[in-house]
């Protein structure tokens, strides 16, 4: 964050609360913790409500207004939360560090897959309260990036690969993608791989594992294959079964970051397949239902100007 001169005081997001907790917030639950008792029998309610929600998230905001929706606009409704502000995780987060402040959007950036995963009840809300989301997708500009001839790479370390370099042009999938694939600028990928950091033996095991030609459970019942899908961690799928070098799994590493908040050694290759990483084509595994595929497919370009706390403030308004 920049003050361009002003005032340290002048910070309008503070006026408006718009951070994410505070200390207060976690005051009685630490109380509660530390073994401290409250006593509430003694206390005798001095109003009456139609209807009482705990919780200031979108859920219990949400609720409220199914609520009205339902019984009248008339009903007196009461929202409790332990924050001083609404929103639950859908507020603006923000972070004090020592060489400045990091702020972020509240709650998720984006509406994930809203056309293959929104219930009719969520799509009732989001036109409730003013959401279009044909209408944010028609205000990004998923060329921004192919128009200026950019694409996709990856970034290696002098630390980890002995030298700083930045390799261009990758052709693989994400999860969610916002750059739709025929405008990637992409490379073919034996091209992309020869062009690492790595030893030749690494890129062309890299460049095997890519072509996904191989069944890496052969010999395995589909059930057997199903289970080990389930309960194998794409990092050592990656190290057990493909037999990478632990210099050709650097690769991928942070690559479901981003996504999933998990590295590959949490992610399992149930999940690994989904977001598009290589290994399963060859495996005979059960193809994905239709409903899994466009959730993947969907491009993530539905963003409200402050995230999900968007939502929230759209609910409070309604």
Known sequence: MQNFGLDSSYYPPKWLGLRGSNDKSYEFAHTLRDGEKFEFSALKPKEEYDLVVVGAGISGLSGALFY??????????????????????????????????????????????????????????????????????????????????????????????????????????????????DKLNARDIQSFINDFPMSKKDREDLIELFQDNQDYFAGKSLKEKEKLMAKTSYKDFLKNYVKLSDEAIKFFEGTTDEFMALGIDAVSCDDARAAFLPGFDSMGLEPLD???LAEMEEPYIYHCADGNATVARLIVKK
């Open 68 to 181: 009205q929706n339902k019984f009248g606009k008339d009903k007196k409704i009461l929202i409790l939360d332990n924050h001083d502000d609404f929103g639950g995780h859908a507020r603006r987060n923000k972070f004090q560090l020592k060489n400045g402040t990091i702020l972020s959007y509240g709650g998720s950036e984006s509406f994930q897959s809203p056309k293959a995963l929104y219930s009719k009840e969520v799509n009732s809300l989001l036109e409730q309260i003013g959401i279009n989301v044909d209408s944010l997708a028609k205000r990004f500009d998923v060329n921004f990036y192919p128009d200026l001839k950019l694409s996709r790479g990856a970034y290696f370390s002098k630390s980890e690969f002995g030298i700083d370099k930045v390799v261009s042009g990758n052709p693989g999938s994400v999860l969610s993608d916002e750059v739709p694939k």
């Open 290 to 292: 239709e409903e899994s």
